[in-house]
Nanobody
Framework: QVQLVESGGGLVQPGGSLRLSCAASGFSLDYYNIGWFRQAPGKEREGISCISSSDSSTWYAESVKGRFTISRDNAKNTVYLQMNSLRPEDTAVYYC???????????????????WGQGTQVTVSS
């Protein structure tokens, strides 16, 4: 059974940092890409980063490029999202997801991901 569990969210002041974790079970990260997404109140879910299983290549949305870093630890079957220089507009529920099929490259297209975690709330506020 494929399962993804996010953790690490919370309340942080503008300019602060958080590290989100996405723990996977029921499948190996050796073979599947992982994407990070977020959804703010009243807005559509958007892709912000992903990491491929094939060569650990990464992709970032322009809104987070240079501030967020995605990484993975295959031994722990976990993907991380290090978020620095957080802004109020980063406030959202953050989700990790994986597609059902193998692909050598990853992207942030919501419809291409099949399995989702329950999400973790990130609030950036003073």
């Amino acid at each position: 059974q494929v399962q993804l569990v996010e953790s690490g969210g919370g309340l942080v002041q503008p300019g602060g940092s958080l590290r989100l974790s996405c723990a996977a079970s029921g499948f190996s990260l050796d073979y599947y890409n992982i994407g990070w997404f977020r959804q703010a109140p009243g807005k559509e879910r958007e892709g912000i980063s992903c990491i491929s299983s094939s060569d650990s290549s990464t992709w970032y949305a322009e809104s987070v490029k240079g501030r967020f870093t995605i990484s993975r630890d295959n031994a722990k079957n976990t993907v991380y999202l290090q978020m620095n220089s957080l802004r109020p507009e980063d406030t959202a529920v953050y989700y990790c997801a994986t597609p059902r099929m193998y692909s050598s490259t990853c992207n942030g297209v919501v419809s291409q991901y099949d399995y989702w975690g329950q999400g973790t709330q990130v609030t950036v506020s003073s």
